[in-house]
Nanobody
Framework: VQLQASGGGLVQTGGSLRLSCAAS????????MAWFRQAPGKEREFVAA????????WYAESVKGRYTISRDNAKNTVSLQMNSLKPEDTAVYYC??????????????????WGQGTQVTVSS
């Protein structure tokens, strides 16, 4: 699976952005998809995930109520709608794909494939 993230940019505090991740391959619907982010000098952290059919989602506490993850298995895409953005949301955002396993959706090490990252900068 190859992943291509897009949609990052510069936005003011309180603004919105929508990230998209396009996946190659015919087995997209078998993967749990997620977004992680990494700010300068910090470790990569979990943001949101969505299971194969879209029936279950998970969010980091810091983004609950502001971010929404969704997927379209017919188009092999996963999106992250980010509202009410804050300066602390500034980071490189990565999409990732996790094959079925018992590993936690919150763990970086659970994911098998990663996109190249897209920069999100929120100005104060």
């Amino acid at each position: 699976v190859q992943l291509q993230a897009s949609g990052g940019g510069l936005v003011q505090t309180g603004g919105s952005l929508r990230l998209s991740c396009a996946a190659s391959g015919r087995t997209f619907s078998r993967y749990t998809m997620a977004w992680f982010r990494q700010a300068p000098g910090k470790e990569r952290e979990f943001v949101a995930a969505i299971e194969m059919t879209g029936g279950s989602t998970w969010y980091a506490e810091s983004v609950k109520g502001r971010y929404t993850i969704s997927r379209d298995n017919a188009k092999n895409t996963v999106s992250l709608q980010m509202n009410s953005l804050k300066p602390e949301d500034t980071a490189v955002y990565y999409c990732a794909a996790k094959a079925p396993s018992f590993k936690s959706v919150f763990a970086v090490t659970a994911y098998n494939y990663w996109g190249q990252g897209t920069q999100v900068t929120v100005s104060s």
